[in-house]
């Protein structure tokens, strides 16, 4: 399966994951590209000029995608909702979901985030096939990685 992994980082946790995603989706067999979402702002966080787009990733290429965003203010990145709110179609094709977060508790913005990332997706007639809330702050955030690594590679491999 050919899979795209859009992501938005701003600090680089949420591409750390990113990454590791693609190491046990390839090691599976799988054809996997991490695209960025680029935008002409450095400091996402203390964004108080409009911003665009530098970077859209084409998702019509891809069999299954996988989305990354960071939290921001208890909400999903305003980048990656721009981005989302973009799309076209998905056309049913399959999604997995992450949001990376600094607080330890997924109630603190992450669920928010992960509920809103999945709802636009859907929007766009995407199937969402899993999702996961990594709380960076947190000492689980290693089991939760792979936790949501295992479940990826397991269900995208029956596909």
């Known amino acids: 399966m050919n899979v795209g992994i859009i992501?938005?980082?701003?600090?680089?946790?949420?591409?750390?994951?990113?990454?590791?995603?693609k190491a046990a989706l390839s090691a599976a067999g799988h054809m996997v590209t991490i695209e960025q979402i680029g935008?002409?702002?450095a400091?996402?966080?203390?964004?108080?000029?409009?911003?665009?787009?530098?970077n859209?990733?084409?998702?019509?290429?891809?069999?299954?995608?996988?989305?990354?965003?960071p939290v921001e203010a208890f909400?999903?990145?305003?980048?990656?909702?721009?981005?989302?709110?973009?799309?076209?179609?998905?056309?049913?094709?399959?999604?997995?979901?992450y949001v990376t977060q600094y607080f330890p508790k997924p109630w603190m913005g992450g669920t928010n985030a992960i509920n809103q990332l999945k709802k636009l997706v859907e929007e766009q007639d995407g199937i969402s096939c899993?999702?996961?809330?990594?709380n960076w702050s947190s000492k689980k955030r290693v089991l939760q990685i792979e936790t949501a690594k295992i479940n990826l590679v397991k269900d995208w491999s029956r596909e």
């Open 75 to 97: 909400s999903l990145s305003a980048v990656t909702l721009r981005f989302l709110q973009n799309l076209k179609t998905l056309s049913g094709k399959p999604f997995f979901s």
């Open 7 to 21: 992501i938005w980082s701003a600090t680089g946790n949420t591409l750390l994951v990113a990454q590791i995603f």
């Open 130 to 134: 899993g999702s996961a809330v990594i």
């Open 43 to 54: 400091e996402p966080a203390r964004r108080t000029d409009p911003w665009n787009f530098t």
């Open 39 to 41: 935008i002409n702002s």
């Open 56 to 69: 859209q990733p084409d998702v019509t290429a891809y069999d299954a995608l996988i989305f990354g965003s």
